[in-house]
C-alpha cells in the first residue's frame, strides 16, 4: 500500500500481540444490571452474565490522548488508520467457561486481520481483533471484534435493508434515551461523541440524533433471550450490525424460541425498516 492509502504498512501491525489484566469487580456488574432495569442486584461469586466481560479491560487513554470524537488518537494497540470513522461491525463471543465476579482476569489480544476495501460509500478498512480470556481456572472466553473504518460522509446514508425474518417468538423493548445511551457509556468508558454529544452526532457526523451502541443492541438481545427464556444458556453469540439506531428508538429484542436445536436467530428490527443487528445464538 502506498503512503496515501488508510494504512501505509499492513504487516507492522498485523499480528501485533497485547496483554491486559484486571479483576472482575463487583460494582461494574452491579451499575449494569441497574441500567438494564434488572431487580436482582448481582453479588460477588456469581457468574458473570455473557457479554458483561466489555465492562472489564477497559483502556485508561489520557485525556490529552483522544481524538475530536473522543476515540483514543491513532495508534496505540490499534493500527493507525487515518479514516476518521470508526465503529464496532460485528463480532463473535464463545463462552468455555463462565466467569465469576470477583475473579482474577488475564485477556491476550492480537491483531488477526486488515483488510482495506472499496465500498460505496469510500474507502473502508475492516480490522479483526482476536481476544482469549483467562481466569485463574484456564481459558474462559474466546473473542472477534471487527471494528470498520470508514471515510468521514454523512453519517444517515442510506443502507440496504434486510427483510426481518417475521415477529418473533418474544419480543422486549426498551427505550434508548439519551440516560440509557450515558450510562453506557460510562459503564464502558466510551468517550465516542456520536453516542452522547447531539450536537457533534448531527452537526459533524450527519446522524439525524445520537447512536446507539452496537455493543449494547447486542447486550440487550442477550437479556431478553434471559428474561423470556431464564433456562436458556447460551454458549456462543455471533452478531452483525447491519443499520444503526437513534437515541429515543424503541430497541426491540426478538428471535425465535430456543427449542431443541443447537442454535436459534435473535435480532434487532430497525424502525425505519430492516434489521438493525442480526445474530445467531448457540445454545448449551
Same mark, same amino acid.
Given at each position: 500500500m502506498e503512503a496515501s492509502e488508510p494504512l501505509a504498512d499492513v504487516g507492522a501491525w498485523l499480528g501485533r500481540r497485547e496483554s491486559s489484566e484486571d479483576q472482575l469487580t463487583l460494582a461494574p456488574a452491579a451499575a449494569l444490571a441497574a441500567t438494564l432495569? !434488572?431487580?436482582e442486584m448481582p453479588r460477588e461469586g456469581d457468574e458473570l452474565p455473557l457479554l458483561w466481560h466489555w465492562l472489564y479491560f477497559l483502556p485508561k487513554v489520557r485525556q490529552s490522548e483522544l481524538g475530536p470524537d473522543g476515540h483514543p488518537a491513532r495508534g496505540g494497540f490499534l493500527p493507525p488508520v487515518t479514516l476518521p470513522r470508526r465503529m464496532w461491525a460485528a463480532g463473535r463471543v464463545t463462552e468455555h467457561r463462565t466467569l465469576v465476579i470477583g475473579s482474577p482476569v488475564r485477556r491476550e +489480544?492480537?491483531?488477526a +486481520?486488515?483488510?482495506p476495501k472499496q465500498g460505496r460509500s469510500g474507502a473502508l478498512v475492516f480490522v479483526t481483533v482476536r481476544h482469549e480470556i483467562y481466569d485463574a481456572k484456564g481459558h474462559a472466553i474466546s473473542e472477534e471484534q471487527h471494528i470498520v473504518y470508514r471515510d468521514a460522509g454523512r453519517g444517515a446514508a442510506s443502507l440496504p435493508a434486510n427483510p426481518e425474518p417475521g415477529a418473533g417468538a418474544w419480543r422486549r423493548s426498551v427505550r434508548a434515551d439519551p440516560t440509557l445511551l450515558f450510562r453506557y +457509556?460510562?459503564?464502558t468508558f466510551n468517550g465516542h461523541r456520536i453516542?452522547?454529544? !447531539?450536537p457533534y452526532a448531527v452537526g459533524t457526523e450527519g446522524y439525524p440524533g445520537l447512536v446507539v451502541h452496537g455493543p449494547l443492541i447486542a447486550t440487550l438481545l442477550v437479556e431478553g433471550l434471559h428474561r423470556t427464556h431464564p433456562a436458556s444458556r447460551i454458549r456462543e453469540l455471533r452478531f452483525r450490525a447491519l443499520r444503526p439506531l437513534f437515541g429515543d428508538d424503541e430497541v426491540v429484542a426478538t428471535g425465535e424460541a430456543p427449542g431443541s436445536a443447537l442454535?436459534?436467530?435473535l435480532w434487532a428490527p430497525d424502525p425505519r425498516?430492516?434489521?438493525a443487528m442480526d445474530a445467531e445464538a448457540t445454545m448449551e
Open positions: 432495569d !434488572r431487580a +489480544s492480537t491483531i +486481520s486488515i483488510e +457509556s460510562a459503564l453516542h452522547y454529544d !447531539r442454535s436459534c436467530r425498516g430492516g434489521i
